[in-house]
């Protein structure tokens, strides 16, 4: 039987839906079975990602996932938002050109206190590998069946048959989440509205031991 909480505060949180070697195991059972649609078709690049501060409705998260154009499958927590402000904002990838050296792609946008200069996203999904964080989740309940979850950011996976269920279906969802000091490492993100006021992009040579990345 899951359990509803008012508000829970996990400290330095990392992957909250698959913690326990239980959860990771049915994942890999999963991958194995081909239970679990992948949600998105990656590069098979990872990137990071920090933000100062999110804060977000009607969040989700289960286990998932993803596949490279090969067929190479990469074991995900899928988080999701209906909606989602979020300050400060750091994306960063790197890419080896060879003889031009490792290159690092940066963004940023979003850095004000005033909400309507945050950055803004709706129907937010993000498939991640890590992340760390000071979280609160109001209204939280763990356990719960995947393809039960609510919540329009869930809609195309709901649609197309692609939220585990059963054994492999284990997920939690909240009324709502705040999440400060996020770092990440994802495979994958998307969203149906992504808005980003004072983007900034750079791209930037490592040399001297400078990666130019988010952390």
Not at 101 to 122: F, H, I, P, R
């Amino acid at each position: 039987m899951s359990q509803t909480y008012g508000k829970t505060r996990w400290k330095r949180f990392a992957l909250v839906m698959v913690p326990s070697i239980a959860a990771t195991a049915a994942i890999g059972v999963s991958m194995a079975n081909s239970v679990l649609a992948a949600s998105f078709s990656i590069s098979g690049q990872q990137f990071k990602v920090t933000v100062d501060d999110l804060r977000g409705d009607r969040f989700s998260q289960f286990g998932g996932v993803d596949a490279e154009s090969n067929g190479t499958p990469h074991p995900v927590a899928i988080s999701a938002f209906d909606t989602a402000h979020l300050k400060g904002l750091c994306q960063s990838v790197v890419t080896d050109l060879g003889v031009l050296g490792k290159w690092t792609l940066v963004l940023k946008a979003g850095d004000s206190d005033n909400v309507d200069k945050q950055v803004y996203a709706e129907n937010l999904l993000i498939d991640l590998n890590q992340l760390n964080a000071d979280a609160e989740f109001k209204n939280i309940n763990i356990g719960q069946d995947a393809k039960t979850l609510p919540g329009t950011a869930l809609d195309d996976l709901r649609k197309g048959g692609k939220l585990p269920s059963g054994d492999h279906g284990f997920s939690q969802t909240a009324e709502s989440a705040h999440l400060t000091g996020v770092q990440q490492t994802a495979w994958a993100t998307s969203a149906g509205t992504f808005k980003l006021p004072g983007l900034h992009l750079s791209l930037n040579q490592q040399k001297d031991g400078n990666t130019y990345e988010c952390y």
